[in-house]
């Protein structure tokens, strides 16, 4: 397969069946040892403890997709095995730069994070600086955690994506790992408080202080004592606040938050949404951050 798979990718991407055909005609083997190379590349797969396709295995470490070859490539060039070492990367990114900084825009991101997601963990520092670096409004939707959702996580995913965030925070150069889940009732307890705090004006701040003493200080955000001194760390009534803690007014906003999310065929935390007037942009996960910016410097340029 690897020696044909640039013929295949040519023939697929281009819709040329015929000469697709025409390498299937060819290169098929029997059934028989066609499922005996399946069942083998399986076993494969699992002994790496891989669980989607797309996926890269290099002593010991998985690498799924493009957006993780920088790492595979980091880890090449650090044993000596780069060629030229004065070449780009192969998975390196262009960046659009905007060329004139209005001061206002109506631009907004719609942020959904999930007060259990890692990944959703390292991302607050990037979604701030666009804040700070645009003229642009963020509205934090929060959702409710997968596995609050009646939803499974198998063993070996979860234990990827804690090997994988580790190293995106490494590359980010964010704290991650003191980790203590909120799943359950300190979630439950937490949530109860954003509707009035959002509305105060403090929505990514309150989620943001959650998941930093949730993945990196190893804090339990259900204590009554941890709620309050958040709170009036934020300059809130903590009189106030209890009158919102542990009611049900969350489990309404929250849902709304995941259709939302869902109808932008975005399933996984974190997602976002750019709303540029009657446009709108959807992707999810923190790899992709850096395309929201792209996607906002485009519509930065437009405005001139």
């Not at 935390?269 to 910016?293: A, H, K, N």
């Amino acid at each position: 397969f690897i020696s044909c798979i640039d013929e295949i990718n040519t023939f697929v991407w281009s819709g040329n069946e015929i000469a697709l055909q025409d390498l299937i005609n060819e290169k098929t083997v029997s059934e028989e040892v066609a499922l005996a190379k399946i069942y083998a590349n399986e076993n494969k797969r699992d002994e790496v403890e891989a669980y989607m396709g797309s996926t890269f295995s290099y002593e010991g470490e998985l690498y799924w997709g493009i957006d993780r070859l920088d790492h595979l490539e980091l880890r090449l060039k650090a044993l000596g095995l780069k060629k030229n070492l004065g070449a780009n990367y192969i998975s390196e990114r262009m960046k659009t730069n905007v060329s004139d900084n209005p001061n206002n825009s109506d631009i907004k991101l719609e942020f959904y994070p999930s007060l259990n997601s890692p990944y959703t963990s390292i991302s607050l520092e990037r979604i701030k600086h666009l804040q700070t670096n645009y003229p642009i409004e963020i509205i934090t939707k929060p959702v409710l955690p997968m596995l609050m959702r009646n939803m499974t996580i198998p063993r070996y995913k979860a234990k990827y994506i804690f090997k994988d965030t580790a190293r995106e925070a490494k590359k980010y150069d964010v704290p991650f790992g003191k980790v203590i889940s909120p799943l359950g009732k300190p979630a439950e307890r937490a949530y109860s408080l954003f509707p009035w705090i959002d509305k105060k004006g403090y929505g990514f701040e309150y989620i943001s202080r959650l998941m930093i003493s949730s993945f990196r200080e190893a804090e339990d955000i259900g204590k009554e004592t941890y709620l309050k001194k958040l709170i009036e760390d934020l300059g809130l009534d903590w009189k106030e606040a209890q009158s919102h803690l542990d009611t049900d007014n969350w489990k309404e906003v929250l849902e709304n938050n995941r259709l939302v999310m869902y109808e932008g065929n975005s399933w996984g935390v974190p997602s976002f949404r750019l709303i540029d007037g009657q446009e709108t942009y959807t992707t999810w996960g923190q790899d992709r951050i850096w395309l929201i910016e792209e996607e906002i410097v485009k519509r930065l340029n437009k405005q001139e």
